[in-house]
């Protein structure tokens, strides 16, 4: 017991020493962030309205951004953080007066220097601020660090090209959202929805390169494309994604499908998704079809979703009712008609015709 | 006479032989659950720097308005909850997200929730079934929207029948994508729903659950439905609370969710896919500690299909809520609470050690088991053999003030090391004075509250163990419609359309009991 005693004597030693460390180290992190703070707010509260003139635009004399411009060397570091983040935030004019801020201050050269930086933070900080910048001159390293060993790398660099906004890399974005050489199963070298942001910023330009992923191996690349299709509203999207839409084994990307098909599609597509109707396919699948014949919204479509109102699956009849209700003419007139039926269609079509004349009123819907 | 000193003698060697063999073991243990806890603390460390870089990089506000964000149906379960739904509600539908609705379920309430909810959001009665798809035993009475057409709010009227049937019918109800659970006396962050939701987008394929973190309310200053000011709580025990949330629920979950294996998303906050709790038949009705179950059910379904899946757990995500402050509530929820877990570890024990389950079944669960479900009954019942061993003078006081001493202080450790991170990297709690008590409170923790919530905890597995009835409880709420909140004026009113007649009055066949 006497050597156990002088073990626990010890180690309680130990433990005291150690909470007192810890209490050290707490009340120094407040102490440091305090000091920190106060000193940032105090040269950043001097030159904010000088950075909000210019980012809001209103500098036409440029009196404020020559000032800034003509910042020491000091006072620009603490200036610097304020800069980056407004310039996150701003696009046009007051992004460009901005990006020559940084670039007077030696912040591009610096960061052009620094995009090969053996430590991955500087490489990600780097890329950051030549994305922000919309440094046009760093696109090829930029689509090199796509494939970067870093992860946060990566993910500044796929952002970065997004904002900069050039079409021409989207082939190379699109590649970098699925696996890449070297990595886990389902480990992924961009982020989804990252690369989905920056190609939706590039605008139609890059609507073949998303429409060729459409066909691509990766289940994460066609994901990220059939999204960025979706919401981007790229009609040479549709013609991959018939064929996609036969094959795909990804429920919820066959459902993006469905949806790109229905709100770009025409009345081809509507034997296509009416295939996807039949009670034996999952649930989310049928309503996902019914939204996009919803959404073609010509007879022949009405006509396909209108049995659907009596289906045993509530959730389907549901989606089936308010799919028509978003028709227009042609589905309000077939709900009218099921109110005179009986059973489940009716209850359905009235309560579709009920939250429709809810949503009109508001100034929603059709 | 001398039966009585034979006895005392026997007693003392079989305490003095319980002693020997126990304290070394008893002092390893301890050392080893403050130990996993500070590795998971050092796991989490990793997580959040790089969600932290990562949000640095980030465009909030495209985030708040992109279309590529799935939509989430909030399902906010009720009972009795005048006093707050309607400040909770509107702070749930002003919330930053591209896209959500709010699904309120009545669980037949007998005060004048569903009222307060008619008055202020002009709810008019939709005859619409709500589908089948997760079962649910209880009628649904009734089903309401706003009449201005344009409010994301539903209302679900259904007979009372607890939390988890009206999450339940919630599920069935919604309409979006995610399914966000939210208790209605919690008060999420602007920005929280999309930041939980965030994992949803960044990997949409494999995402199939998420969780955010819960803070106790107390002391906080809550205005129109939002947390305008931290402070900690005026009472001891729930500024315990807030350290103990902050080890065990914060960083905790962090440090699992890192190594694969998040088995309990709160059920005050917690996103999911909808179509993933379909499939696996919504909330378990039997289970009392329905969080923890239907997350288990997940890795079951998804690791015997070998099926590619994340469960992931947000430090910066934050849903406030208010914690017990009185001891006889406080005894009620961790009864109830470590009842929920020994039902799920025992539930899924057979997924303990199996190859196909992975870390969970080889780490996570065996640590569950070991420092989760046992922990109470381990630390109570060598507390009693030291201080019966001190009143028989087996051992000197000296010696057996040397062993708690390290036990605890190594909790104690710990604690201040879960604090010195909030500090560093959250700093949530302003002012010199809150920095203080949290110290303070995770000294205090040692004497008397461990203790308690051990013995607690232990009755809620007996209580498991031999299936009792479950004791339900009410926590007397102060809701959140504080004095400052500025109410908003009534929206206009629209003729009625729907020729639907008001709900009957319902009858009350269960309590409800409390918070997170």
């Keep these: 017991m006497t050597g156990s005693r002088g073990l626990l004597v010890a180690s309680l030693t130990a433990l005291i020493a150690v909470a007192a460390v810890l209490v ?63 310039l996150a935030k701003v696009r046009g004019r007051p992004a460009q007066e901005l990006g020559a801020l940084l670039d007077v201050h030696g912040e591009l050269v610096r960061a052009r220097a620094r995009l090969t930086s053996g430590l991955a933070a500087r490489r990600a900080r780097a890329a950051y601020v030549l994305g922000l910048a919309r440094d046009r001159d760093c696109l090829p390293t930029l689509t090199t660090l796509l494939g970067d060993a870093s992860g946060d790398v990566r993910f500044v660099a796929a952002r970065s090209l997004g904002l900069i906004g050039e079409p021409a890399v989207s082939p190379a974005l699109l590649t970098a959202c699925g696996q890449l050489p070297g990595m886990r199963e389902g480990h992924t070298g961009v982020p989804a929805w990252v690369a989905a942001e920056s190609l939706l910023r590039m605008g139609a330009g890059c609507q073949d390169a998303v ?88 007879p022949e479509a009405a006509a396909r979703v209108q049995p659907l109102l009596a289906d045993e699956d509530r959730s389907v009849a549901t989606a089936a009712g308010d799919a028509l209700a978003v028709m227009g003419t042609i589905g309000r007139d077939i709900l009218t008609e099921a109110m005179t039926a009986t059973g489940r269609q009716r209850r359905v079509a009235a309560a579709s015709l009920h939250l429709a004349r809810l949503r009109m009123r508001a100034g929603e819907a059709a | 006479m001398n039966i009585l000193l034979e006895a005392i003698d026997l007693l003392r060697t079989v305490v003095g032989g319980l002693m020997r063999f126990i304290d070394t073991p008893l002092l390893a243990y301890f050392v080893l659950i403050n130990s996993s806890y500070l590795l998971l603390m050092i796991l989490a460390l990793a997580d959040i720097a790089a969600q932290r870089r990562r949000a640095a990089w980030t465009d909030h506000e495209a985030s708040a308005t992109s279309p590529l964000v799935p939509g989430v149906s909030l399902v906010v379960p009720a009972y009795n909850e005048e006093a707050g739904i309607v400040a909770s509600i509107e702070s749930l539908l002003s919330l930053r997200h591209p896209r959500h609705e709010v699904i309120v379920v009545d669980d037949g309430s007998s005060d004048g929730t569903f009222d307060a909810l008619v008055e202020r959001f002009d709810l008019v009665g939709v005859d619409r079934e709500v589908p089948t798809d997760v079962p649910v035993r209880a009628a ?222 080889f780490l996570v669960l065996p640590w569950f088991w070991l420092f989760e479900l046992a922990a109470p ?140």
């Design chain 1, 24 to 86: 050290i180290l707490t009340v120094q992190a407040r102490l440091v962030r305090s000091h920190r703070d106060r000193a940032l707010a105090a040269v950043q509260g001097r030159y904010r309205h000088l950075l909000l003139e210019v980012a809001s635009g209103e500098d036409e004399d440029r009196r404020a951004w020559t000032e800034l411009a003509d910042l020491t060397e000091a006072n620009w570091r603490r200036v610097q953080p304020a800069v980056v983040a407004l």
């Design chain 1, 211 to 298: 429409a060729a992923a459409m066909t691509s191996k990766d289940v994460h690349v066609r994901a990220v494309a059939a999204q960025v299709a979706l919401h981007g509203s790229f009609p040479a999207a549709v013609g991959p994604a018939r064929v996609c839409l036969l094959s795909e084994t990804e429920p919820r990307t066959k459902e993006t499908l469905m949806a790109l098909l229905g709100s770009l599609g025409d009345a081809q597509d509507v034997p296509v998704l009416a295939a996807y109707l039949h009670p034996l396919v999952p649930a989310p699948l049928r309503r996902a079809a019914v939204a996009a014949l919803g959404l073609v919204g010509t």
């Design chain 2, 140 to 361: 649904v009475l009734g089903l309401y929207v706003p009449n201005d057409g344009r409010t994301r709010l539903v209302v679900v009227r259904k007979a009372n029948s607890g939390k988890t049937e009206a999450v339940n019918t919630g599920i069935k109800a919604a309409t979006l994508p995610l399914i966000a659970v939210v208790d209605a006396d919690s008060v999420l962050d602007p920005d929280a729903l999309t930041a939980v939701t965030e994992p949803f987008v960044v990997d949409p394929i494999r995402t199939v659950a998420t969780g955010g973190v819960v803070r106790p309310a107390n002391g906080c200053t809550i205005s129109s439905g939002r947390v305008v000011g931290v402070d900690l709580p005026r009472q001891w025990l729930a500024r315990i609370q807030v350290v103990e949330y902050l080890r065990a629920f914060m960083l905790g979950r962090m440090g699992s969710s890192k190594l694969g294996g998040l088995i309990l998303i709160s059920g005050a906050f917690g996103v999911f896919r909808r179509d993933v709790l379909v499939e696996i038949g919504g909330y378990d009705v039997e289970c009392i500690g329905e969080d923890i179950e239907v997350v288990m059910r997940i890795h079951k379904l998804y690791r015997s299909q070998r099926r590619d899946y994340r469960v992931t757990f947000l430090a910066d995500p934050t849903c406030w809520s208010e914690v017990p402050v009185s001891p006889r509530v406080l005894a009620r929820q961790r009864r109830r609470w470590h009842r929920g877990i020994w039902e799920a570890l025992w539930k899924y024990r057979g997924m303990v050690a199996q190859p196909c389950y992975g870390r969970l079944g």
């Design chain 2, 377 to 516: 009954m381990i630390e109570l019942g060598g507390l009693a053999v030291v201080l019966l061993a001190l009143a028989l003078g087996i051992v000197d006081p000296g010696y057996a003030v040397l062993f708690l001493g390290v036990a605890y202080g190594y909790a104690l450790v710990v604690s201040m090391a879960f604090i010195a991170v909030e500090e560093i990297v959250f700093h949530r709690y302003p002012g010199w004075r809150n920095l203080a008590i949290c110290l303070a409170a995770s000294i205090l923790e040692n004497f008397g509250y461990r203790q308690l919530t051990a013995l607690w905890r232990c009755r809620g597995a007996w209580d498991g163990i031999r299936r009792a009835q479950p004791e339900w409880g009410t926590m007397t709420r102060t809701g959140f419609a504080a004095a400052d909140q500025v109410a908003e004026p009534p929206l206009p009113p629209l003729p009625r359309t729907s020729t639907m007649p008001s709900a009957p009055a319902l009858p009350t066949v269960s309590r409800r009991d409390e918070v997170a």
